[in-house]
Nanobody, 123 residues
Framework: QVQLVESGGGLVQAGGSLRLSCAAS????????MGWFRQAPGKEREFVAA????????TYADSVKGRFTISRDNAKNMVYLQMGNLKPEDTAVYYC????????????????WGQGTQVTVSS
C-alpha cells in the first residue's frame, strides 16, 4: 500500500540548486529509514543519502557530501533532498526509497520505491 512520489526534478545549470521532494502515502506509514538513490544512463543505481526516520540521523555518499542535504518531515510523511552546487555528473533519475527495517546505503535494503524524477545538470 505504500506509495512514494518524487517531484522537483528538472533542468539546472552547473552550480545551481534544486530541491527534490518525496511524498509518502499509506496507512500508518512508518519506515525505519528513507533514502535517495540515483541512476544515470548505463550505470547502476547508486546511493545518494539516507535519513533515519526516528531521530533524523543522516548519511551521504562521498560524492555529494557537503553539497546535498536530506531531511524529513515525519508529520507530513515527506522526505527532501536539497541539492546545491550541482555538477553535470549529478545528472540522473533520482529515486526516493523507504526501508522497513534498515538504515542503509544499499539498494537491496529498501522495500519501496518511487517512480523517479529526472535531474539534468547542464555545463
Amino acid at each position: 500500500q505504500v506509495q512514494l512520489v518524487e517531484s522537483g526534478g528538472g533542468l539546472v545549470q552547473a552550480g545551481g540548486s534544486l530541491r527534490l521532494s518525496c511524498a509518502a502515502s499509506g496507512r500508518t506509514f512508518s519506515p525505519y529509514a528513507m533514502g535517495w538513490f540515483r541512476q544515470a544512463p548505463g550505470k547502476e543505481r547508486e546511493f545518494v543519502a539516507a535519513v533515519r526516520w526516528s531521530g533524523g540521523s543522516t548519511t551521504y555518499a562521498d560524492s555529494v557530501k557537503g553539497r546535498f542535504t536530506i531531511s524529513r518531515d515525519n508529520a507530513k510523511n515527506m522526505v527532501y533532498l536539497q541539492m546545491g552546487n550541482l555538477k553535470p555528473e549529478d545528472t540522473a533519475v533520482y529515486y526516493c526509497a523507504a526501508s522497513r527495517s534498515l538504515y542503509s546505503n544499499s539498494v537491496v535494503h529498501y522495500d519501496y520505491w518511487g517512480q523517479g524524477t529526472q535531474v539534468t545538470v547542464s555545463s
